[in-house]
């Protein structure tokens, strides 16, 4: 299933493409409901915590550290630091935040300079699948 915008150029004909046609109260259910969910935006990421699925996130933040939350699996057990979750970007492309600055002072990567690419940075798509399935 295929939720969010559809700012992305994603062949959404083999699954649901669900991008753009959900309230803001289903996409929070979807997420939060998902066993599995792969995502690069936050926002899923936080919705996906209140609820017990896998989430492989594809961070482009200064930080991806911080955007994981403690969480326990049962209630009789101690928190682990993002038992569910797990960042899959190699490398550090936010030191191109020096390259490439944004309007918004933000610190996340708007556009990468012309000749990188965030796949050079993501992990080997097997290696996500195998720790998601």
């Known amino acids: 299933m295929l939720i969010g915008n559809d700012c992305v150029e994603l062949d959404g004909r083999k699954c649901l493409d669900l991008r753009g046609k959900l309230s803001l ?3 929070a259910w979807v997420c ?14 936080h919705l996906a915590a209140c609820g017990g699925g896998k989430v492989a996130y594809l961070s ?8 994981m939350h403690w969480r326990s699996p049962h209630a009789c057990v101690q928190a682990q630091f993002g038992y569910n979750m797990r960042c899959f970007v190699e490398g ?9 600055p944004n309007n918004l002072g933000e610190q996340r ?25």
């Open 60 to 67: 482009t933040v200064r930080h991806p550290d911080l955007l």
């Open 109 to 133: 990567i708007d556009r990468f300079p012309i000749d990188v690419k965030i796949e050079d940075y993501l992990s080997d798509p097997e290696e996500v699948i195998e720790w998601i399935a």
């Open 92 to 100: 550090e492309p936010w030191r191109l935040f020096d390259n490439c």
């Open 25 to 27: 109260e289903d996409f």
């Open 32 to 45: 939060k409901n998902s066993q599995r969910l792969i995502t690069n935006d936050s926002s899923p990421l």
